[in-house]
């Protein structure tokens, strides 16, 4: 079946330095989407990705979406410690069905003041 | 527009017993998915509801039930608790199915199997 690998695991790093998670798919992705969930709370929807080659920017955040359709990344530019929380990735595979949301494990950002 | 509603928000049961936990989604979603999320595990899949039918289903035993309302309120069902349980379950709501669009988020049911 479909895996969507996400590394790291987890980052620990200096506000102000940049910080950047990947997300692999075994599979190509129809689309993929990102997710932040902060220390007890909920996902809540970053943004979408579709095309092939697309990055998208919100402030300090930098999504792509690799040109196989089968990667994306996210990067964050000088990190603040409201960016802490965990980011995952949910891919949606390429095929006729629409087929169930395969979230990568995440990654754990923890921001030092 | 009210978001998406999980009760309860935390229970407390033993092992063997059942637990039903329920989710309303945003008005006019009709695709209700559910998560389990364990630290260190991510967001595990459970099933997806589409206008009231089972779209697609997660790898996990036959203890874990679930069914959608004409409403398109959702209730899921874990028979015979096991320790392994214990997990926060999300539940998530869109107006297609799959993710075809964003996925609006509960705030979780915390179970706790002792």
């Known amino acids: 079946g479909q895996q969507v690998m996400q590394i790291p695991q987890y980052q620990h790093v200096q506000e102000g330095e940049d910080f950047t998670t990947y997300c692999n798919s075994s599979t190509t992705l129809s689309n993929i989407q990102w997710y932040k969930q902060r220390p007890g709370g909920h996902p809540v929807f970053l943004i979408q990705l579709v095309k092939s080659g697309e990055v998208k920017k919100q402030k300090r955040l930098t999504f792509q979406f690799g040109e196989a359709k089968k990667n994306s990344s996210l990067h964050i530019t000088a990190t603040q410690t409201t960016d802490v929380g965990t980011y995952f990735c949910a891919g949606r595979p390429y095929n006729t069905n629409a087929g169930k949301s395969t979230f990568g494990d995440g990654t754990t950002l923890t921001v030092k003041p | 527009k009210a978001g998406v509603t999980q009760t309860p928000r935390y229970l407390i049961k033993t092992r063997g017993q059942q637990v039903t936990l329920s989710c309303s989604p945003i008005?006019?979603?009709?695709?209700v998915s559910w998560y389990q999320q364990t630290p260190g595990q991510g967001l595990q899949f459970l099933f997806e509801?589409?206008?009231?039918?089972?779209?697609n289903k997660g790898n996990f035993p036959g203890r874990f039930s679930g069914r959608q309302f004409s409403n398109s309120r959702s209730e899921m069902n874990v028979s015979t608790l096991e320790l392994g349980d214990s997990a926060l379950y999300l539940c998530?709501?869109?107006?297609?199915?799959?993710?075809?669009?964003?996925?609006?988020f509960g705030e979780g049911s915390r179970l706790t199997v002792l």
């Open positions: 509801y589409f206008s009231e039918t089972q779209r």
């Open positions: 998530a709501s869109s107006p297609g199915q799959g993710l075809t669009g964003e996925l609006f």
């Open positions: 008005s006019g979603h009709r695709s």
